[in-house]
């Protein structure tokens, strides 16, 4: 196993992009490239040729670079093997449990349907590292465009089981946004309170906030917090299941 250099690239007005260089065997992959061109440069100003690209799902801001970056570098496209015909180059399948290796990093796979049908994240535990699309964000999750609430709550529940320490390399740098709404929903969480105004301060600065650590996610990310009863009773719905609270949570974010 491998510990990975990040390199994080900011892309269009709101997405991040990831360059991964595993050191012990030389291999450089691109998670998520929405264009190629900032891929590319950042790979000519660090001397790198890129040898993988990881997908977390289908949509264009995700995908765009894929085929210019293959054509130019002969990478290898990894995706998941049940949305394989909506993935640009797809060359590697993969899908819930298995592994794949990235020169001597490995990643863990899982299938995370609800914003897509076939999104998936991957953890390589070794760099406590998550790459988890638009599945979960800072404060936050995907919209549930294919999917339904129940299975985005499921899907949730698997990166909640990780390590605390991991750090959550999300797709979108949405955290100010996300955590307004959250202070709706849990006024009275100090630990929020106090993170709402740490990201405040760092947006000002034109800082970022991504990565996130996981376990202050589940401290304070009320779309973790749906089993919790704080939220439950914040959204008028003491006593009923998680997946229930968590569509109530997500729909007063998409109607806000």
Known sequence: ??????????????????????????????????????????????????THILNTHHHGDHTGGNLELKAKYGCTIVGARVDRERIAGIDVEVGDGESYQFGDATAKVYETPGHTSGHIAFWFAESEALFCGDTLFALGCGRVFEGTFDEMWTSLLKLRDLPDATKVYCAHEYTQTN??????????????????????????????????????????????????????????????????????????????
């Not at 998670?31 to 790979?43: Q, R």
């Open 179 to 256: 955590a307004r709404f959250a202070a709706t929903i849990e006024s009275g969480n100090q630990i929020l309170v106090d993170r709402v105004a740490e990201i405040d301060t760092l947006r000002a600065a034109n800082k970022r906030t991504v990565p996130s650590l996981l376990g202050v996610e589940k401290a304070t990310n009320p779309f973790l917090r749906a089993d919790v009863a704080a939220v439950a009773q914040a959204v008028g719905l003491p006593g009923a299941g998680p997946a229930e609270v968590f569509a109530e949570v997500r729909t007063r974010k998409d109607n806000g």
């Open 1 to 50: 196993m491998s510990a990975l250099e990040i390199v994080q690239i900011p892309t269009r007005d709101d997405n991040y992009v990831y360059l991964l260089r595993e050191p012990g065997q030389g291999m450089v992959g691109v998670v998520d490239p929405s264009d190629a061109a900032p891929v590319m440069a950042e790979l000519d100003a660090r001397g790198w040729r890129l």
